[in-house]
Nanobody, 118 residues
Framework: QVQLVESGGGLVQAGGSRRLSCAAS????????LGWFRQAPGKEREFVAS????????NYADSVKGRFTISRDNAKNTVYLQMNSLKPEDTAVYYC???????????WGQGTQVTVSS
């Protein structure tokens, strides 16, 4: 069973940057794609970005395209989300999840809070 643990959240000023990490347990990390999601207070969880097993293919929500970058290090069993030019509307709890097949996500982490102050 895969366990995912997010870290790197915190308080950042608008225009600033933050890098989130998501560490996975197990020895099959390179066999599955991964995604980042976020949930703001009072809103539904939304897709942020995804990355393929090798890291060669990525997808982004329009709201973060050009500002966020997803990457992974299969040797470290870790996926990252580099967030630049942060806006107050990026404030949310950020989650990573395993993407074992198209459209399916499981093994959700506990989330890490990112707060962007104006």
């Amino acid at each position: 069973q895969v366990q995912l643990v997010e870290s790197g959240g915190g308080l950042v000023q608008a225009g600033g940057s933050r890098r989130l990490s998501c560490a996975a347990s197990g020895r099959t990390f390179s066999s599955y794609a991964l995604g980042w999601f976020r949930q703001a207070p009072g809103k539904e969880r939304e897709f942020v970005a995804s990355i393929s097993r090798s890291g060669g293919s990525t997808n982004y929500a329009d709201s973060v395209k050009g500002r966020f970058t997803i990457s992974r290090d299969n040797a470290k069993n870790t996926v990252y989300l580099q967030m630049n030019s942060l806006k107050p509307e990026d404030t949310a709890v950020y989650y990573c999840a395993r993407n074992p097949r198209p459209g399916a996500y499981d093994s959700w982490g506990q989330g890490t809070q990112v707060t962007v102050s104006s």
